[in-house]
């Protein structure tokens, strides 16, 4: 990968060794030329491993004795790539320990906001084209002051060809404005930025990948505030701690968590709450999102900020993309936040804050953005000129170079018009860095999705062959991809909503899939969604739409205390809808059938964001249970018997917590159920779970253990998002799989 200072490390440490020779890029990897002493090169070649620089990759190292010329020194070599093939570029890197230091002791950069190295600092942010060196980077216009230039000339040196070196001489300054006063100067600005932070108010701040807008996360007034004036539901915040001490006073980390936290990518992590924040930070939800500073201007602001720990949320309206863009940010976030922090480098590739879980001890990316982004998914066959559109939210698209799949960043939800503006701006500086021209387009299989649409204007525009690949199918073999399976699987697709091939919303699906085409085995019940997109924002719809299902339109629903308090008027429209099937398409979607059972529990019978009544229904468990509900097996799975032992533990008195924890059971066993009667009938033991709703750490938990005390074995997704964000990847190798079989 280029920028993660690879090729200066090698260099230097076949110096350490007295090793002569060379270093170079090739068109699949690092060549290394070393003439030596053997006990040194085995040394040497140890050591590569052990010591790499952290962004860096290394797959595998082949080592070859052969006749090597004499070399006077070690040395690096120009590319050699003859197609320009070496094509990765490294995602942001968030600032490391030695530049840290050199922040209070290295000359003509003490208190430099914009510190980096070759280790650290932007990349794919500032970078417009390929390869990756100054010219091509927002750092062009910066010209290098001589003490920059020795560093980034010397060999020996940290900074040797970091590209986006600059000190407080020649590089990026910071810029104060609150469209009264414009003020310039680190140590003027920070002192200010903290005062408005101390009296409750809040501050746009350019990051790395867009502005985000902060606040202190301990004061309500504050968040409550910004909460109001970003036009913010009630969707949590992220917050930033000062340090990890700050971390573990607020919130319950385990050594996985903390080492996901303080690592190079620097994502958000969702944690446990310990002690809670600010109530608007996440309304009481048991988990917050949190993060440590990833720019060396964040730890210079925490030195002169009171609060240890800030909401740091993406500069954006409502649902909009984060706001990159100097000018602006200055017209849409200062009405936001009152004042505007900028520098003067451009943002050339916009990025969010990514989102990671840890479930068990693997990590789950809820959204793949910055740190992440433009790294590759590395596949053991060709993909090359292959496009895949992705599908509507949280969308993302994949492209293929080599044997690589490349996504995007996390787009957005592109029902939002802004956001198919990026998602067509993104494809564009995707194809200039990656020099690519699709020969092939792969989309979802929905009429209506914004992405579908773009690929059929393309394909046509470019005479390409459109494939359309079924949502479900696509979110297993994304998973299959990253662990390498190309095989029959057993596929367990639970999410909120995916066009199926019978024209209706899917989303509770069990299938025998391959990378090439599937079938389906079992799926949920199907049940009306009255109202469409309403019932996702009115769970309690689909508690109706269950009750209504399995016990009758007479069944009593005043007694389950939250529909009683549901408008009355409302609830008999609701209940024509369903019966009459107006404007109720149905679905099997797991996704609604979680937002049901938090309605009746009430835990949530309006949703504010995105998954808030299975994330509620989740985070009410506060033990692990053993018992389960009955369900009826089949291909065509049915609830009537979960319900009604949801309701009689409602009657009884049962909490809550053990109540969403036998729910959870069940759903596990149904999985385990069907995993049985697929491997019975066609001796499969892989079973591949994928789609948002395994996202929910407690049911993956308790798939996983279930179906491998049963001698299975389980795989989900650790690479690209389990939700609709990895779609694009399944689509690309869908793809690819059915062109081979054309050729
Ligand atoms: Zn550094
Ligand atoms: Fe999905």
Redesign the pocket.
């Known amino acids: 990968m280029q920028g993660v200072g690879f090729r200066p490390f090698i260099c230097r440490l076949a110096t350490e060794h007295g090793l002569t020779g060379e270093v170079g890029n090739r068109t699949n990897g690092v060549s290394i030329l070393v003439r030596g002493d053997l006990k040194a090169v085995d040394r040497f070649s140890n050591e590569i491993l052990e010591k790499a620089p952290p962004a860096s990759r290394v797959k595998s190292i082949e080592i070859v004795p052969r006749p090597v010329g004499n070399y006077d020194t070690f040395f690096i070599s120009g590319s050699m790539d003859t197609a320009g093939s070496v094509t990765e570029v490294s995602p942001d890197i968030a600032v490391c320990d030695e530049c840290l230091e050199d922040l209070s002791s290295d000359r003509g950069r003490i208190g430099y906001p914009f510190i980096n190295c070759t280790n650290c600092g932007p990349r794919f942010t500032i970078t417009e084209s390929l390869p990756y060196d100054r010219p091509n980077t927002s750092m062009k216009h910066f010209e290098m002051c001589p003490k920059c230039s020795a560093e980034y000339h010397d060999i020996e040196d940290r900074r040797f060809h970091a590209q986006p070196v600059a000190c407080n001489s020649c590089g990026p300054e910071l810029a104060y404005s609150d469209g009264r006063e414009d003020l310039t100067g680190t140590e003027t600005i920070l002192p200010r930025i903290s005062q408005e932070i101390s009296s409750g108010r809040s501050v746009a701040i350019k990051g790395l990948g867009g502005y985000f807008l902060m606040c202190d996360a301990l004061n309500d007034q504050a968040v409550s505030e910004l909460r109001k004036r970003k036009q913010r539901d009630s969707k949590p915040f992220a917050v930033m701690f000062r340090d990890m001490t700050e971390v573990r006073k607020y919130c319950f980390t385990t050594v996985r968590e903390e080492d996901e936290l303080i690592s190079w990518r620097r994502p958000v992590v969702i944690l446990r709450m310990k002690v809670p924040l600010a109530m608007a930070v996440n309304n009481g939800l048991g988990t917050a999102g949190a993060m440590l500073p990833y720019m060396p201007l964040h730890y210079l602001l925490f030195r002169s900020l009171e609060t240890p720990v800030i909401v740091l949320t993406s500069g954006n309206l409502s649902d909009e993309p984060i706001i990159t863009r100097d000018d602006e940010a200055i017209a849409r976030l200062m009405p936001v936040a009152g004042s505007v922090v900028s520098y003067n480098r451009e943002i050339c590739n916009r990025t969010d804050d990514s989102v990671v879980k840890i479930i068990g001890k693997d990590i789950a990316v809820i959204r793949r953005s910055r740190g992440y982004v433009p790294g590759p998914v590395d596949l053991d066959f060709p993909v090359e000129g292959l496009l895949a559109m992705g ?1 509507e939210q949280k969308s993302t698209f994949c492209i293929g170079k080599g044997s690589q799949a490349i996504l995007s960043q996390h787009i957005g939800d592109l029902k939002n018009p802004a956001a198919c503006d990026f998602y067509g701006e993104s494809l564009e500086r995707f194809s200039n860095l990656f020099s690519f021209s699709p020969g092939c387009l792969a989309c979802d299989m929905h009429p209506d999705y914004f992405s579908t649409g773009y690929a059929e204007r393309l394909s046509s525009e470019l005479g390409v062959k459109l494939i359309r690949v079924q ?2 199918h696509a ?1 297993i073999v994304s998973c299959m991809a990253e662990h390498g399976l190309d095989e029959k699987v057993i596929g367990i ?1 639970l ?4 066009y199926g091939t019978d024209g209706r919303i899917w ?1 509770g699906e069990f299938m025998i899939a391959d990378p090439v085409s599937f079938s389906r085995f079992a799926h949920f019940d199907y049940v009306p969604v009255p109202g469409g997109d309403a019932a996702v924002a009115e769970p309690w719809r689909m508690a109706y739409s269950y009750l209504v299902k399995y016990f009758g339109p007479d069944f009593d629903f005043d007694s389950i205390p939250s529909l009683k308090r549901i408008d009355k008027g409302k609830k008999e429209v609701v209940k024509v809808m369903i019966l009459n099937g107006i404007n109720s398409p149905l679905t099997s979607g797991a996704g609604r059938l979680f937002d049901a059972v938090s309605a009746i529990l009430g835990l949530c019978t309006h949703s504010s964001f995105d998954s808030e009544a299975p994330m509620r229904l989740e985070s009410a468990i506060d033990h692990a249970a053993d018992e389960s509900y009955p369900f009826t097996p089949g291909q065509t799975i049915g609830f009537e018997g979960t319900f009604s032992g949801i309701l009689e533990d409602l009657r009884r008195g049962e909490d809550i917590a053990a109540i969403s924890a036998r729910f959870h059971n069940t759903i596990a066993e149904i999985i385990l159920h069907i995993a049985m009667m697929i491997r019975e009938m066609h001796t499969l033991n892989r079973v591949v779970l994928s ?2 709703v395994f996202q929910n750490g407690y049911l993956l938990e308790r798939s996983f253990s279930r179906l491998e005390s049963e001698g299975f074995k389980a795989f989900t997704n650790h690479l690209v998002p389990a ?2 964000g990895g ?1 694009s990847l399944g689509q690309l190798i869908v793809a690819a799989k059915q062109n081979e079989l054309c050729v």
């Open positions: 599908a949502h479900h979110h697709s999410d909120g909503t995916g989303g789609g948002g939700n609709d779609i």
